[in-house]
């Protein structure tokens, strides 16, 4: 059945029947298609088409989909949810711990190539590495996590694979903390973080790093990597349950569409959907030999927005309530046009962490840093999220600068 709606009540699902408009004046290749995303939709708005026809007979019914409009709000909303909540606090201030975070970032790096190569070799993982590496940043998490946070951000495209897995595993031991872990079963968690794609080492580089679609046979062997990083493991002594869990299931999907066994939501732990998640987290906010990453709190937002599927929605949340909203180390515009970078969680309100002011985006220049308690100074707010590469500045270079 064919029925005409505004643009505006357009959703993922639907299928357009007719545009309305002639094929020059639209962005599609296509007359007549199933819209796959909120992308696709906000394509549509930005084209200044007004209303289409939709079939229901090949796609969803406008009674039976969220709108457009309506997702945004729901998403708009559960963000604003998260943002009443408060983070840990911090024991010293991320400029105190930004340079242990760069050694223990760097050590990270070396333990992980490790474990890769050890696993692509068939030889025993040597835990015990990870599980001092994972205890001394356990140490630097408690001191200020946003230290360790910011570092994250640093990835190199080409270096993915490896620091993926350092992301991973200091995401999940500051997750974990947060959650109330600590002891042997955080150190098992971030253990887990650390060696969770360790099976990817036996996934040849060309098809990692692929910029184009990947072939059916392709995606069938990166599909592999759960379950050929469990063997590895198995093989190797003293891995703790924890870490075999994570490795095997951080693929598995709250709707049971997740990969290898595809398993339902009520057999899969707890460990395994917080992987699932920070897993998902850092591959969406890195530069990637095939696309560009995104900024922190629009991956948050979209995680939001598929956690219906994809993700415990109740562990998402507790993730952004413990990595913020504007993680430490983004860089951020303020309302009055200077860029600055987040130094500290704000412990009453998400959306106002504190920030070092830096450089004016009008003048195009620098300034001396200013610092700025947003939730104390309510002629500052955060407007939005900037790309260092595109304004040719070093956030981290900021936060290193100490506070007087
Ligand atoms: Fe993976």
């Given at each position: 059945?064919?029925?005409?709606?505004?643009?505006?009540?357009?959703?993922p699902?639907?299928?357009?029947?007719?545009?309305?408009?002639?094929?020059?004046?639209?962005p599609?290749?296509?007359?007549?298609f199933?819209?796959?995303?909120?992308?696709q939709?906000a394509?549509l708005m930005a084209?200044?088409?007004?209303?289409?026809?939709?079939?229901?007979?090949?796609?969803d019914?406008?009674?039976?989909a969220?709108?457009?409009?309506?997702v945004?709000?729901?998403?708009?909303a559960?963000?604003?949810?998260?943002?009443?909540?408060s983070?840990p606090?911090?024991?010293?201030?991320?400029?105190?711990?930004i340079r242990?975070?760069?050694?223990?970032y760097?050590?990270a790096?070396?333990?992980v190539?490790?474990?890769?190569r050890?696993?692509?070799?068939?030889?025993?993982?040597?835990?015990e590495?990870?599980?001092?590496?994972?205890?001394?940043?356990t140490q630097?998490?408690v001191?200020?996590?946003?230290?360790?946070?910011?570092?994250?951000?640093?990835?190199?495209k080409?270096?993915?694979?490896?620091m993926?897995c350092?992301?991973?595993?200091t995401?999940?031991?500051?997750f974990?903390?947060?959650?109330?872990l600590?002891?042997?079963?955080?150190?098992?968690a971030?253990i887990?973080?650390?060696?969770?794609?360790?099976g990817?080492?036996l996934v040849?580089?060309a098809?990692?790093?692929k910029?184009?679609?990947l072939?059916?046979?392709?995606?069938l062997?990166?599909?592999?990597?759960?379950a050929?990083?469990?063997?590895?493991l198995?093989?190797s002594?003293?891995v703790?349950?924890?870490?075999?869990?994570?490795?095997?299931?951080h693929?598995?999907?709250?709707?049971?569409?997740?990969y290898?066994e595809?398993?339902?939501?009520?057999?899969?732990s707890?460990l395994?959907r917080?992987?699932a998640?920070?897993d998902?987290?850092?591959?969406?906010?890195?530069d990637r030999p095939?696309?560009?990453?995104?900024?922190?709190?629009?991956a948050?937002?979209?995680?939001?927005?598929?956690?219906?599927?994809?993700?415990?929605?109740?562990l998402?949340?507790q993730?952004i309530r413990?990595?913020?909203?504007?993680?430490?180390?983004?860089?951020v515009?303020?309302?009055?046009?200077w860029l600055?970078?987040?130094t500290?969680?704000?412990t009453?309100?998400?959306?106002?962490?504190?920030?070092?002011a830096?450089?004016c985006?009008?003048?195009?220049?620098?300034?001396?840093?200013?610092?700025?308690?947003?939730?104390r100074?309510?002629?500052?707010?955060?407007?939005a999220?900037?790309?260092?590469?595109?304004?040719?500045?070093?956030?981290?270079h900021f936060l290193?600068?100490?506070?007087?």
């Amino acid at each position: 059945m064919l029925k005409k709606i505004s643009v505006e009540r357009l959703a993922p699902g639907m299928y357009v029947h007719d545009l309305g408009v002639a094929w020059a004046d639209h962005p599609f290749t296509l007359n007549r298609f199933k819209l796959k995303s909120e992308d696709q939709v906000a394509e549509l708005m930005a084209a200044g088409l007004q209303a289409v026809y939709i079939d229901t007979d090949k796609g969803d019914d406008v009674h039976d989909a969220p709108t457009a409009a309506d997702v945004r709000a729901e998403v708009d909303a559960r963000m604003r949810d998260v943002a009443n909540e408060s983070p840990p606090p911090m024991r010293i201030t991320v400029s105190e711990e930004i340079r242990n975070a760069r050694i223990l970032y760097q050590r990270a790096g070396t333990v992980v190539r490790d474990v890769m190569r050890d696993g692509r070799l068939g030889k025993a993982v040597q835990v015990e590495n990870v599980a001092g590496l994972v205890d001394d940043i356990t140490q630097s998490v408690v001191r200020n996590s946003g230290a360790l946070l910011a570092m994250l951000r640093l990835k190199n495209k080409d270096d993915y694979t490896f620091m993926h897995c350092v992301s991973v595993g200091t995401l999940m031991v500051t997750f974990g903390r947060a959650l109330g872990l600590s002891g042997e079963a955080l150190r098992q968690a971030g253990i887990g973080g650390f060696v969770h794609d360790v099976g990817k080492t036996l996934v040849p580089d060309a098809i990692l790093n692929k910029a184009g679609k990947l072939s059916e046979g392709e995606f069938l062997l990166i599909k592999r990597h759960p379950a050929e990083g469990h063997a590895i493991l198995l093989k190797s002594s003293n891995v703790g349950a924890a870490p075999l869990d994570i490795t095997l299931h951080h693929h598995e999907r709250m709707d049971g569409k997740g990969y290898p066994e595809k398993l339902p939501a009520d057999r899969i732990s707890q460990l395994a959907r917080m992987a699932a998640i920070v897993d998902v987290y850092d591959a969406i906010t890195s530069d990637r030999p095939y696309h560009k990453g995104i900024a922190p709190t629009e991956a948050l937002r979209k995680m939001l927005e598929w956690c219906n599927g994809h993700f415990d929605e109740t562990l998402l949340r507790q993730f952004i309530r413990c990595i913020g909203i504007y993680p430490t180390g983004t860089l951020v515009r303020l309302s009055n046009g200077w860029l600055a970078v987040v130094t500290e969680q704000n412990t009453s309100v998400l959306l106002k962490p504190a920030v070092r002011a830096f450089y004016c985006s009008t003048a195009r220049g620098p300034i001396a840093p200013v610092e700025i308690d947003l939730a104390r100074e309510p002629d500052y707010r955060i407007v939005a999220d900037e790309s260092p590469e595109q304004w040719g500045v070093d956030p981290m270079h900021f936060l290193e600068v100490t506070r007087h």
